[in-house]
Structures are given as structure tokens and as C-alpha cells.
């Protein structure tokens, strides 16, 4: 008479989920016969359950996923600090990413790196994207080379890119309009300083700070828009002519970086107690600049909460899990509440 191995222990959800590559959640449906899992996936995982029970020891680990960042040099402290994330985030899942920084804005420079990402063995590929048909080809070449794409903080309309891991912008922007029209102690005129049409995450922001002060504070007016092409010289200067053309300027918003280069015109000019400075980033600058009440307000999206979103993002779509790229939360940042809040820079903490 044959007698059946009784197994020596029962396997957790957790331990399959490793040994068959693939989510906790994954595992839950099949171990309770739901559907919704591909019946390769199905398998895989009664495998993985009965390799364990049976104390059969796994095989030699897989290799790393192979990822790469690209993002724009010289875009200041977040985006190196982003970049330090990557580094630190694929250590721990088992992934060797790659970070290389190229020239920000410019389409057809980011367009070629894209493409030059072919024939070297990668898994996948982020990168800030720049609204551009060059960009959106290299993103369509390299998913017909069976390479998949994620947009990092400024995604694109395209189909073949997985998701964008970053905030919901149009909030972003209906917030900031909603807190300088609460913040303005008077009637006036607002302007949104932005970086130019490139990036998706400016247009967002700037439409939808449009949108909420058309609808909420319609004593504001029209804002007015200072292209400062997200540097912080030019934005100086421009914002410096906004002040002497708008006298009754009551609020500036930039939607993107270079805020010292508004930080500086304010001082010069010395209207920081009149008029309401919004911007995003909590950096050890933008900090100083709220402590000191040059700014007002930070909008606050942590650096960390992107990296690895992303990086759980294309390596669950290359494992054929489910990929939710959630939008991440934004942080409301004053002087007040300033003690404790995580910083785009190096000196934040590690890895969670």
C-alpha cells in the first residue's frame, strides 16, 4: 500500500510569493481557487507551494532585473536625490539600476538616449519625458524591441508606457490656487512661473491652478505666465520685470524648479511680507526660504515614495503582475510644520 509524503510544514503566503516570483495578492487568489490569474501564473504558483511543503530546495536565484533612469542634469537637489533613491531602492529588489543624467530639455538629445538603450540586455527603462514626437517614437521603438518604458515625476500620453510614478499634478495646481487665494490679503493679480510646454507635470500643474481660480477667485483675474525655462537665472530675471510691469502682483506660483532665482527678485524688491510665494520641493534651500518667510508654501512630493514606486512598478509588468501606478500622495509644507518633513536631498533618510 502506498503511503503519501505528509509534508513537513506548511508553506506561507509570503514564501510562495518569492519562490514563484510573483505578489502576495497573487498568491492569495489562487490558494483560494479565485479568478483573475493566468493559469500559467496558477501553476507556477501550486509549484511553488509544493517544492516548499516537499523541502525542496530552490534552485540558483535569478539574475537581477537590469533597469535604467534616465534623468535631466543640472534640474537641482530632487532630482539628484532621486537619482541617489534608484541607486539605494534597487538593492533592495533585486534589481541593478542604472542612473545616467542627460541634458534637460532638450527632446531630441533624451529622444536618442531612448533609443541607445537597445542591444544592452535591459529589462526596462524610466525617464523624465519631454512632451515631444521624437520622445514618443524612441518610446514606441523600444516597446516593439520588447523593452518597456515608465515615465518618472512628467510622463506621456502614450499607450506603450507602463504609467507615470508621481503626483496628481492638476491637484497640485488647484491646491496652490486654492491656498493663495486664502493667503492673498487682497485683490490682484497672480502669476505662474513655469519651465515652458516640455514637461507635462508644469502643463498640469498650471492648468489646473488655471481651472480652480477661474472657478474660486475670480477677484484674482488672469494669471499672468513668466516662462523661466526652469532656470534659475532666467526665472530672476523675469520674475524682476513681472514686479516692475504688475505692481499689483499678490501672488507668485512656480510650478517648477528655480525657485531662488524668485526668492531673490522678491528680496531685491522687498515685497516678501505682500505678496504669496508658492512653490514645490522641500529642499534645505526652499527650507531656509520658509523659515525666513520668503516663501509661503511647499508642496511637498517625496523623492523616495517615487523611486520606489517605480521601480515596484516595472518590475511587477516584467514578472506579468498587476501594475497600479497610484497617484503619490503631495505634502502641505509650512514654517510650522516644517520639523520632521523628509528633505529632497541627501541628508534624508533611508530606504523604507
Excluded at 516548499?52 to 539574475?63: C, W
Excluded at 518597456?148 to 491646491?175: E, Q, Y
Excluded at 511637498?300 to 497617484?327: C, F, G, K, Q, Y
Aim: some cysteine.
Amino acid at each position: 500500500m502506498r503511503v503519501d509524503k505528509i509534508p513537513a510544514r506548511r508553506a506561507t503566503v509570503v514564501e510562495i510569493a518569492r519562490r514563484a516570483g510573483v505578489g502576495t495578492a497573487t498568491v492569495d487568489r489562487v490558494l483560494n481557487a479565485r479568478q483573475g490569474v493566468r493559469e500559467e501564473t496558477r501553476q507556477r504558483v501550486e509549484q511553488a507551494k509544493a517544492a516548499i511543503e516537499q523541502g525542496i530546495p530552490a534552485g540558483p536565484s535569478k539574475k537581477p532585473w537590469r533597469l535604467k533612469v534616465l534623468l535631466p542634469e543640472l534640474a537641482g537637489a530632487p532630482t539628484e536625490y532621486l537619482g541617489q533613491c534608484f541607486q539605494e531602492f534597487g538593492a533592495l529588489r533585486h534589481a541593478t539600476i542604472e542612473c545616467v543624467f542627460t541634458k534637460k530639455m532638450e527632446p531630441a538629445l533624451l529622444a536618442r538616449k531612448l533609443r541607445a538603450c537597445a542591444g544592452h540586455g535591459l529589462d526596462a527603462v524610466a525617464f523624465q519625458a519631454l512632451e515631444d514626437p521624437r520622445v514618443h517614437n524612441a518610446v514606441d521603438y523600444l516597446h516593439s524591441l520588447g523593452i518597456p518604458t515608465l515615465g518618472l515625476l512628467s510622463g506621456l500620453a502614450n499607450r506603450h508606457l507602463i504609467g507615470t510614478a508621481g503626483a496628481d499634478n492638476r491637484a497640485a495646481g488647484r491646491t496652490a490656487d486654492f491656498l493663495m487665494g486664502r493667503l492673498a490679503q487682497q485683490s490682484g493679480s497672480v502669476a505662474i512661473v513655469t519651465g515652458g510646454q516640455l514637461y507635462r507635470i508644469h502643463e498640469d500643474r498650471e492648468m489646473g491652478f488655471r481651472a480652480a481660480l477661474r472657478s474660486g477667485f475670480p477677484n484674482f483675474g488672469s494669471a499672468i505666465v513668466i516662462n523661466g525655462q526652469d532656470d534659475a537665472s532666467e526665472i530672476y530675471k523675469v520674475v524682476r520685470e513681472a514686479l516692475d510691469l504688475h505692481p499689483d502682483l499678490v501672488g507668485i506660483y512656480n510650478v517648477g524648479g528655480g525657485s531662488e532665482g524668485i526668492a531673490r527678485a522678491l528680496r531685491e524688491v522687498e515685497v516678501t511680507d505682500e505678496l504669496v510665494f508658492i512653490g514645490h520641493n522641500l529642499t534645505e534651500r526652499t527650507q531656509s526660504y520658509l523659515l525666513d518667510e520668503t516663501m509661503d508654501i511647499v508642496l511637498h512630493l517625496n523623492m523616495r515614495d517615487v523611486a520606489a514606486s517605480a521601480t515596484d512598478a516595472m518590475i511587477a509588468h516584467l514578472e506579468n503582475r498587476p501594475t497600479t501606478l497610484l497617484p503619490l500622495p503631495i505634502s502641505v509644507v509650512t514654517r510650522e510644520n516644517i520639523v520632521g518633513m523628509s528633505l529632497s536631498s541627501s541628508s534624508a533618510s533611508g530606504p523604507r
